[in-house]
């Protein structure tokens, strides 16, 4: 076990966990923000993207040690009020059906448009690739995408 | 106006304790407490006044509509408050939604399977709405001194026909204390629906983008364990023995044992091929992950570990010696092929698959001497009160079910072994736990979609008039054919068969269960039977239509001809059938299943060379429509899926287990493989509604197949059609 000071959606934080912890489940199980989800724990699904230092990664395979002083933002974190441009294009779209996997998508959604602010559809695809949506919502997630970049 | 009788036992109001929301009926408020369904258009009330179990009004006039059944990502959650609101006649700005536990004495079909939800609880949805409504009426009434006819209720207002006086739900709602249940309500003529038909946001859109805690994984309570199981490596094997002592003396275990969720008298829904299982428990999830890593088990050998080619040669064998479990028989095919002047054999197969719901198989059971509080996601949570009960051999009344969010369902969960499996963890460890399972645990516990062969054959005469057909399917465990479904009733001399086989993996329903395959393997054969007659295949299909209208053929079909040809004709026009685009390729097909029927045309383009899906035409006929924008969702949802799933999914066997464990070689469709445009369009008509959770699927698989013809050339006869071979064996023995 080892203490961790770490800094998430702006708020500092300690933990005393294993160093191979993978952050997934610090959010999960150590700080109450469930909104990262688990999906498949080989970040192959996408469900678990965080932003660190601002760039999408997969929580579910990035240990608590290898953090250091990066920024953590997570879905709870995005916006105060679901009003980060790319959440109201998720709601105005009405995007998820069973929801699980979209905090995902919309955590590499913002990180692309925070990236490239207007994304052609093969940018979206390659950016998007690797969150799997198991419902089949891509093609209004593609349409929230980008009305989220004319906004 | 319709008069439907009232079903309900309450003699009255109910005055309720003020409070601010949540719980009211029956002590549910665990996790979400009211949650406005979009902005609230009214304050949050001091006082709660329960109408009937589905309707709650606040003195404020703020109303909370309780949602019987499982959310899996239909949308019930809102379009089924959707009808109690019309009929209730309220504002959507004033609604909030709360989810219902699960009230097998007052609820009825609180279940997500079959695309059933809307379906069978049309009537009781309205119902309730119809009767909170004029029981406020009497309300107001009784307080004017004027009888109901006198009024008009709309908006959540009631008015004086002939007079000014107005008065709002919830300021009535606190003075119909005493007002009896009517026995019979008027319900509203369906040219009059306002809210039915409209689009409404999901209700709990606003929390899944901001990541609230919603799905049975995200459920804590104080004192909860974490629970992670590891059942044996392959089908065919039973757990022995395992390191017990090391593994409960890693760090972050609390306990470790093989547990037993073994029920003496299965139901239904029982399916579990692994019923013993190590279960390791401990405070958080990492550990117990690592302690999976760390097991070493003794597995014995209880049955035969099957393969890919024991599964081809349990098909084969069931083609010639296989039960057949359903059939139908009109004319006499054998003689008509016989006489025909043409005639074409196919043969079609799909792959065993998973489910793979995104979130992976959960529960909370917290079960003490004399009861069991279960949380959690359930497609079933009738079936999983009476396992646990059974389980635990305690009363029903003693098991409590409560329905989180559900991250998925696609059939898997109406499994509840999970369930079971949480409430026989707690009972060991003696406290309340989550059980969870990892991606691998899931995608290799079975419940699996089976494998299928369908067998076609048509004979076509001189004039190239279809004379005769015949259909044979074999599967593992049971055969994929609907013996009356189209083109029964079409076709002259007809046979159908369906065919059981034999296999240790456990299987269960998959999304439109057998229609997905059958609607893939019908539709590309008819498609290729059309172009042999020399026939458009819309306008084939529409004779075939034709046909079983006007001169129909044997016993009854299971199917409405002219809706049928409608939702086609619909897609026709849509999609401006018959116009060709260069470099575009057209596949079209149609499928009845769940009482819907849809018709869908996919156009597709080659990329680098690589067939893909450019823009989708859906033509659906599912009766009147409830929540427009999302029923298109869930046609979309269809199409993707049945892309997804007839293009690259698929599970194969060594050694009794599958080679596919997580998503690094188990294909899902990715963004970039999906569709640019999906278009929805609804037959308008009046008949009462169906579901949408399975019939966009099926027809997809199809249209796919023959599109893809169409742009490469080649027949797709074998799923997934990215990698299967696609050569035709010799079939017919």
Not at chain 2, 448 to 473: H, T, W
Not at chain 2, 481 to 498: C, D, H, Q, S
Not at chain 2, 634 to 649: A, F, L, P, Q, T
Not at chain 2, 696 to 706: D, H, R
Request: hydrophobic share 40%; net charge negative; with cysteine.
């Amino acid at each position: 076990m080892a203490e961790y000071n770490i800094r998430v959606n702006g708020k500092n934080q300690t933990v005393d966990v294993d160093p191979s912890t993978p952050v997934l489940w610090v959010l999960r199980d150590h700080l109450d923000l469930v909104g990262t989800k688990f999906g498949c724990g080989i970040a192959q699904c996408g469900a678990c993207t965080i932003h660190i230092d601002g760039v999408a990664m997969r929580s579910c395979i990035t240990p608590i040690s290898a953090i250091g002083d990066q920024k953590i933002t997570t879905i709870e974190g995005l916006s105060q009020n679901a009003d980060h441009a790319i959440q109201k294009a998720w709601l105005a779209h009405d995007v998820p059906q069973c929801g699980y996997c979209q905090a995902g998508q919309i955590m590499s959604a913002s990180a692309l448009l925070d990236e490239n602010p207007t994304p052609s559809d093969d940018e979206i695809d390659a950016a998007m690739n690797g969150n799997i949506c198991r419902c089949g919502t891509y093609t209004r997630i593609k349409k929230a995408i980008k009305t989220a970049a004319n906004s | 106006m319709t008069k439907i009788k009232t079903q309900f036992k309450r003699r009255s109001f109910l005055k309720i304790s003020a409070a601010s929301g949540g719980g009211m009926l029956i002590g549910f408020s665990w996790l979400n407490g009211c949650a406005p369904a979009e902005d609230p258009g009214v304050a949050v009330p001091n006082e709660w006044f329960d109408i009937n179990g589905y309707i709650k009004i606040g003195d404020t006039g703020m109303v909370t509509i309780y949602s019987p059944n499982p959310e899996i990502g239909q949308n019930v959650m809102t379009s089924m408050p959707m009808i109690v609101a019309e009929e209730l006649d309220v504002p959507w700005e004033n609604v909030v939604v709360e989810q219902a536990p699960l009230n097998t004495g007052f609820y009825q079909n609180q279940f997500a399977g079959g695309s059933l939800s809307i379906r069978l609880s049309w009537n009781a949805l309205r119902m309730a709405g119809a009767t909170g409504r004029r029981m406020l009426m009497e309300a107001a009434a009784k307080e004017w001194g004027l009888t109901v006819d006198q009024l008009t209720a709309s908006d959540g207002m009631i008015k004086e026909i002939n007079g000014d006086r107005v008065i709002g739900y919830g300021e009535v709602a606190g003075k119909a204390v005493g007002i009896e249940v009517p026995e019979e309500v008027d319900l509203k003529e369906i040219k009059d629906f306002k809210l039915i038909g409209s689009s409404k946001k999901n209700v709990e859109g606003k929390k899944i983008v901001t990541g609230k805690p919603l799905f049975g994984l995200d459920h804590k309570s104080d004192e909860m364990l974490v629970a992670m199981i590891e059942h044996p490596p392959a089908f065919g094997m039973k757990v022995k023995s395992f390191n017990e002592e090391e593994i409960k003396g890693m760090p972050g275990v609390t306990d470790a044992f093989i547990v037993d969720a073994a029920l003496e008298e299965p139901a239904r829904f029982d399916v579990n091929a692994f019923p013993q299982l190590i279960a390791i428990v401990g405070k958080t999830t990492w550990p117990l992950m690592q302690a999976k890593n760390a097991l070493r088990a003794e597995w014995e050998e209880v049955g035969v570990l099957e393969s890919s080619d024991i599964h081809a040669e349990r098909i084969a064998q069931a083609f010639k010696t296989g039960e057949i479990s359903e059939s139908r028989r009109d004319g006499d095919a054998d003689a008509a092929f016989e006489k025909a002047t043409t005639v074409i054999e196919r043969a079609y197969s799909s792959p065993f698959m998973a489910h793979n719901c995104m979130e992976p198989m959960n529960f909370y059971a917290n079960v003490t001497e004399d009861s069991a509080e279960m949380i959690g996601p359930t497609q079933t949570p009738e079936a999983l009160e009476a396992s646990v009960a059974q389980l635990l051999s305690l009363p029903l009344e003693n098991v409590t079910v409560n329905m989180t969010r559900i991250g998925g369902g696609f059939g898997r969960r109406l499994y509840p072994h999970f369930g079971v499996e949480a409430a026989a963890i707690s009972r060991k460890v003696g406290g309340p736990i989550k059980l969870m399972y990892t991606r691998e645990d899931d995608m290799t516990q079975g419940t699996y979609r089976p494998i299928y062969e369908s067998r076609y054959k048509a004979g076509l005469d001189e004039d190239n008039n279809l004379i005769a057909f015949s259909v044979r399917g074999a599967g593992l465990p049971d055969g994929p054919v609907f013996p009356n479904r189209f083109p029964a009733g079409a076709i002259a001399n007809y046979t159908a068969e369906k065919i059981k086989g034999d296999t240790n993996l456990s299987t269960g329903a998959w999304r439109a269960p057998r229609s997905h395959f059958t609607a893939g393997a019908e539709q590309s054969f008819l498609d290729e039977v059309a172009e042999l007659a020399g026939k458009d295949p819309i306008e084939f299909r529409l004779e075939l239509f034709d046909r079983a209208k006007n001169s129909p053929v044997g016993k009854k079909y299971d199917y409405d001809a002219d809706r049928y040809a409608g939702v086609l004709e619909l897609v026709k026009e849509k999609s401006n059938w018959g116009e060709s685009k260069e470099g575009v390729y057209r596949g079209v097909a149609a499928y009845f299943c769940h009482s819907t029927y849809v018709a869908e045309v996919f156009d597709m383009v080659l990329e680098n060379g690589e067939p893909k899906v450019q823009k989708v035409w859906c033509a659906v006929d599912c009766g009147i429509v409830i929540n427009r924008d999302a029923a298109k969702n869930m046609i979309e949802g269809g199409v993707v899926d049945g892309i997804g799933h007839g293009m690259y999914s698929e599970l194969t066997f060594e050694n009794g287990a599958s080679n596919q464990k997580n998503f690094d070689n188990y294909q899902l469709i990715r963004h970039s493989q999906a569709p640019k445009e999906i278009e929805v369009f609804f037959v308008e008509n009046e008949i009462a509604p169906t579901g949408l959770g399975e019939p966009g699927l099926p027809p997809a698989v199809g249209a796919l197949a023959n599109a893809l013809y169409k742009a490469t050339g080649q027949r797709y006869y074998h799923s997934p059609f990215a990698t299967a071979d696609q050569g035709q064996k010799k079939m017919m023995g």
